[in-house]
């Protein structure tokens, strides 16, 4: 039986749930202290938690002394979080979409924002395009996502699972599947099963790359093919066929075959052709 989390106890009762928001809260207080654990906050990181809703993970983030931004779209939520938080000094909340909120703007200084979130499974992909945007910005992210999801962040190739969130995971981080969730601990109970991950962004290769534009496109491109011969997914790329011959890379191969040094390898052979 989980111990209900407290903030749940109060507000939950005549809340209706927005599917559309993807909103399944977390019950389980014991999960939430696993996570913030995981996150192991200090006093003197700035936190951005994504979709708090009503405050599971955030009352614990904000008990480590730490600086907490919490944005939230739900303007029912937004309304309870600053009763329950507003007097705490190190708390500011946003209401918006997160999609929309420019980072560099709730930077303190220089030092790097840590990313957390309980998120809606359905805005996953684009909140970690988001954030490798801004790769400079960010030290850590760590998110509650499908299960199957966090199988192909951390996915090697020549496997299923291994696709562009697997490439631009590895690429921009060091990604880990920290602990798998049981659907039981969220209300409403989700169709799928989760699992905390975790990108250190600070623990990433480094890879020399001579046009990152150029990467992450050929990237997205073969990936929206994947079934088919770099030879012929990579053809839209300017200047492609010309640049063929000076090539030496094997374009028969697809590209769940490829690792990243080659994706890399690949690019980069392509921006001085
Ligand atoms: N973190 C809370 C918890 O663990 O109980 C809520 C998790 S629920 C899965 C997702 C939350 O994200 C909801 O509160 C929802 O309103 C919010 N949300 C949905 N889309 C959002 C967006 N684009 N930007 C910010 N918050 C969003």
Redesign the pocket.
Known sequence: MPSL?K??NVSHTKFR??QT???????DENI?RKITQAIAPGADDTIV??????????GDLLDSGARVIA????RR?TAKLRQEFAGNDNFKLIE??????DLQELQRGKQKLRIV?????H?TSP?MFKIFAVCHLVSDLTL?IQKEVAERIVAVPRTKAYGILSVFSQLYSEPKILFQVSRNV?KPR?DVESAVVKWDLTAARKFKITDEQLLRDIIKRSFNQRRKMLRKSLQQLPDFKEKIPALNFGLERRPEELTIDEFVDLSNQLASA
């Open positions: 989390n903030n749940m749930p927005k928001l993807g909103q399944n809260f977390l019950l939430c938690e994504i979709g708090p809703g009503f405050g599971a993970l955030t944005v939230e779209i739900d939520l918006n979409d997160f999609l929309k909120v979130g309980n998120i809606p499974y805005i909140v509650m969220f989700p």
